[in-house]
T-cell receptor, first 119, second 112 residues
């Protein structure tokens, strides 16, 4: 079974430019999440899709960030225009179900992340 | 305000000895806790979890202990191996939600 795939692995752009990150979740996983880790800090929740619908986007920093999941398969996260503070590693994760089930928490499987550097 | 705290940014342990990684939380509503391990250039991978109705969960060399009154959990690795060298993240989930609340991570280095 293929894991969660993210592209690109590293992107270096200048302030004011646009970047689009892509995530391919594990096949059959309806739940897709974006998280971000800024240098040395905690991994923070950005948003959650259930299929193609945004379940929760409360963690999105501001309206320069736009996430989509057309068709309920892969997802993209666009940053436009990028600012210096957007630098960090953006992780995508997926799960079959959400929250805590009878057999325990529905564990998230993470991708390797996309490192974004804004100069 | 950080709800999950890992106050030790790094830890070094000799191979074969016990590694103890600590995590404190502030929200008494959290009812599930997880530990993830992360190698460089890879995503976090699930290691072990514990429900708030338990105080211990064991899986091979890894044991997680939960002290609800102290709002503290710890991960014990015995015996530690060089391949355990990684960053370990503690995470919590509140009931009715699905968001993981992560700590800042502890970098473990196991010395051969």
């Amino acid at each position: 079974e293929a894991g969660v795939t993210q592209f690109p692995s590293h992107s270096v752009i200048e302030k004011g430019q646009t970047v689009t990150l892509r995530c391919d979740p594990i096949s059959g996983h309806d739940n897709l999440y974006w998280y971000r880790r800024v240098m040395g800090k905690e991994i923070k929740f950005l948003l959650h899709f259930v299929k193609e619908s945004k379940q929760d986007e409360s963690g999105m920093p501001n309206n320069r960030f736009l996430a989509e999941r057309t068709g309920g398969t892969y997802s993209t996260l666009k940053v436009q225009p990028a600012e210096l503070e957007d630098s960090g590693v953006y992780f995508c994760a997926s799960s079959q179900r959400q929250g805590i089930g009878i057999s325990g928490a529905n564990v998230l499987t993470f991708g390797a992340g996309s490192r974004l550097t804004v100069l | 305000d950080q709800q999950v705290k890992q106050n030790s940014p790094s830890l070094s342990v000799q191979e074969g000895r016990i590694s103890i990684l600590n995590c404190d939380y502030t929200n008494s509503m959290f009812d599930y806790f997880l530990w993830y391990k992360k190698y460089p250039a890879e995503g976090p991978t699930f290691l072990i979890s514990i429900s708030s109705i338990k105080d211990k969960n064991e899986d091979g060399r890894f044991t997680v202990f939960l002290n609800k009154s102290a709002k503290h959990l710890s991960l014990h690795i015995v015996p530690s191996q060089p391949g355990d060298s990684a960053v370990y993240f503690c995470a919590a989930i509140a009931p009715g939600t699905y968001k993981y609340i992560f700590g800042t991570g502890t970098r473990l280095k196991v010395l051969a």
